[in-house]
């Protein structure tokens, strides 16, 4: 835990609406429940999984804590998520980003410098987009001249 990494992010809050968006989540598929939180501009952006039936087409928590900035009007740089999972019995599992999930974050502002936080409120790692999607293929990319 580096809690240090959190200076002036009210993480404890961010918790609370996270955990409070797995009674949001629609799963019924995997029965794998998540919730996240945003953290950008002094709000709070709430997510939550949406499995459909065609399952390809599930939005995982962490996309769905995106598109909710975005359509505040993408308020301020995001600074943090945090991102909380329940296993179909209700206990507390883990859950970090998946691939497109990170790919999705890395397309933020400054995305370099997000702290992805998953856990518990007592006990959570934090962990820089950075280190979770190293050598990310990014807007840069669109522009290059070589090829
Ligand atoms: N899921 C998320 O919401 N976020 C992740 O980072 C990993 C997976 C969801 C998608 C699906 O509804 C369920 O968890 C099981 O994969």
């Known amino acids: 835990m580096d809690h240090k990494a959190l200076n002036d992010i009210p993480v404890e809050r961010l918790f609370a609406v996270a955990e409070s968006q797995l009674e949001c989540s629609r799963a019924p598929y995997s029965g794998f429940r998540v919730g996240a939180a945003l953290w950008s501009d002094g709000q709070i952006f709430p997510g939550c999984n949406v499995e459909n039936s065609s399952y390809g087409l599930t939005l995982c928590a962490e996309r769905s804590a995106v598109m909710h900035w975005a359509s505040a009007g993408s308020p301020g740089r995001p600074e943090a998520i945090v991102v909380v999972a329940r296993q179909p019995d209700g ?4 859950a970090m980003p998946c691939g497109a999930c990170r790919q999705v ?4 502002p400054d995305s370099r410098h997000l702290q992805v936080c998953t856990g518990t409120p ?23 001249k070589e090829g």
């Not at 934090?126 to 669109?142: M, W």
Request: net charge negative; glycine share 4%.
């Open 91 to 94: 206990s507390v599992a883990t």
């Open 105 to 108: 974050l890395s397309d933020l």
């Open 122 to 144: 007592s006990e959570f790692s934090i962990i820089s987009l950075a280190e979770l999607l190293p050598h990310a293929f990014g807007p840069e990319d669109l522009n290059s």
